[in-house]
Every structure is written in structure tokens, then in C-alpha cells.
């Protein structure tokens, strides 16, 4: 295991900035996601880490050793790509087995680890086959299994279940952190993929536009976002813009309570769908309460074991929420909406939290 740190590396193509002088450190053993759209620079950060592009500036330190002048194959990492890349013309052990026969390792020493890797991999018996003979899933997990056999300090992997579908990059990305457990080594997995990051990652870094916007644990990624941008890219969020004006903010035709302390001026209101109460009826004026809204329901959408709501508030115009899949609510309904939790951000300040608490006896839908 190793620690990696990244000391304002930065990489440019002609007039454009791909990674803009980001700044991290990845703890011995921790699995960090680095999460973020498509051009956002996670996938040439990766590159840099691995070798395979050098910085325009900055350095990479591994165990606090500058490696940014050190090729792909001299570098104590090893990485996994988006496209399996095995050799056809070889069977699965000799794909696997390759770096070390590069290495000059014994032959019985390579069968021995080359083993010990489809074990791991859970496809101990695969050795003979060739990679047309696997599935998709099979491939990749061979790739997994190539680059574990080099017993790298660092494994980087650039996006490896994009071309999966869907349910089998739930079973390989369990599979991937109970690997990277019992092995502990250090990882980084780049990934466009909200749910893979917070279910994978001990840490998560949101990029935008070659910066990085928040790094942090993935509850609180979630919960606290930092940013407009995060907290619209992580997860489903209400993004209400609003005014605030002498402790309250006015969306519309409804109003919220503000932060303590806030200015007064534009600011944008950002509630998660599963910290907004329903309760039958409408709102206005309900315990003078001034945060709960009247609503219509628009649209009812079944998720499974739970469903999505969307609620027409005048002025405001539909906002999501997730209502119990028992719940006795139909389209057309009127409802009085009450965010029980919600972030207020303005520009130029840090996000405030605010919460309220729940009115007894009014909220039955959740």
C-alpha cells in the first residue's frame, strides 16, 4: 500500500486547460472515485498519475517520491482501461502473466501468481481460455486480474464498467471493493457514474472544467455540497431560485425561512426530494407556518419500491419528491408541500443549512 499526492498538476492542449493546478492526497489503502461529466479532466488526471501523459506542470509523489519524470512501466501503479485490451491471440494466463514474463520471472513463479490472481478474480479455472470465449463482465475482471498480478502499490481505473450493463456493473463494483479490501491496496476509479461513486468511494473528488469543486466523504458529498454544480450533478435536487428579504426568501408565490445572517439578494435553494413532506390539503396558512406550500400533484412516476411526485406549486412551478409507495396519492391531488431540510446558496458566500421541524399531526405521506 501507498499514499499518492498530487501537487498543482496541471496538463494543456493548446489553448485548453484539461486539468487546472488540482491538489490531492490519497491515504495508504483508501479507494478515492474521481467523479465529474465528460471533459471535466478526470480521466487525464488518471493518465498523468499512471504515466500515460505528462503534466504541463505540477508533480505526482508516491510515498512522497516524484514519479512525474518516471514512463508507465517504471511507476509502482497499474492500470485498468475502459476497453479490456487482452491480447486475442493469447489465452487468459498468458494475458494475464505478460508484465511478468517481462519482469523475468520464473515460469512455476508465474503460474503461481497468475493463479492467485483468477482466484482472487473469482475465475480460477478461466487460465486456458482464450478472451473471445469470455463474456463482457468475464473480460474485464481478466483485466482486473492482469493488473493485480503486478502487485502495484497504486491501481488506477479508468472508467472499466462503462461498457457493462447495468446490473452487472452493481455485481463487479461489489465484487471490485471486497477485491480491494481483502488485497488493501490503494485505488483511484474514475467514473462519470453518481451511484458508482457514492457506493464505491471512501472519499469522492468532483471535477468541473479541469478544477475540482468538493472533495469529501460521500455522505456528506450528498447531504452538504459545496457548489451549485454539486449539488445539481450528485444525486436528484430542487434547484429553486429565490430572493431572500429581511429573514425569509420568497420563491415565487411561497416563502421559506432563511439562513441566520443572510444578505439580502438573489439566491438559489437547493432540497433533495426525500427531505420534502407531503401532507394532505392545502397549505396556506397552516400554523402560520410560512414554509409550507400548497401544490397540486402533476405527475406520479413508480421507482420500484418507492415513487416520484411532481408537485405543480404556483410560482415555483414542479418540484420533485419521493413519496412511500403506499401512500393514498393521486394525480391531480392537492397537497401542502414542507421542506423539512434545504441548503441556500448565494454567490460569493458559503451554502447555509436551514431545517425545519416536522408539524406534528399534518405530515402523513412520509
Known sequence: MSTLTLINLRKQFGDVVAVNDINFEVADGEFLCILGPSGCGKSTALRMIGGFEMPTGGDVRIDGVSVVDQPPNKRPTAMVFQKYTLWPHMKVSENIGFGLQLRGLPRAE???????????V??????????AQLSGGEQQRIALARALVLRPKILLLDEPFSNLDALLRVRLREELRRIQRQVRITAIFVTHDQEEALSLADRIVVMNKGRIEQIDKPSAIYSSPRSLFVADFIGTMNLLPG????????????????PENQPNGPVTVAIRPEELALAT????????????????????????HYRKALIDVQGVGLVKVYVAKTAQLGEGDSVALYPLRYMVYTEGAAPAEVRQQPIEGVMVYQ
Open 243 to 258: 430572493k431572500a428579504t429581511n429573514g425569509a426568501i420568497t420563491l415565487g408565490e411561497v416563502r421559506l425561512p432563511a
Open 110 to 120: 508465474i503460474a503461481q501468481k497468475v493463479q492467485e490472481s483468477l482466484t482472487l
Open 281 to 304: 390539503g392545502g397549505g396556506n396558512g397552516r400554523n402560520g407556518n410560512i414554509g409550507l406550500w400548497d401544490g397540486v400533484v402533476s405527475q406520479l412516476m413508480d421507482l420500484g
Open 122 to 131: 473469482g475465475l480460477p479455472t478461466y487460465g486456458n481460455r482464450y478472451p
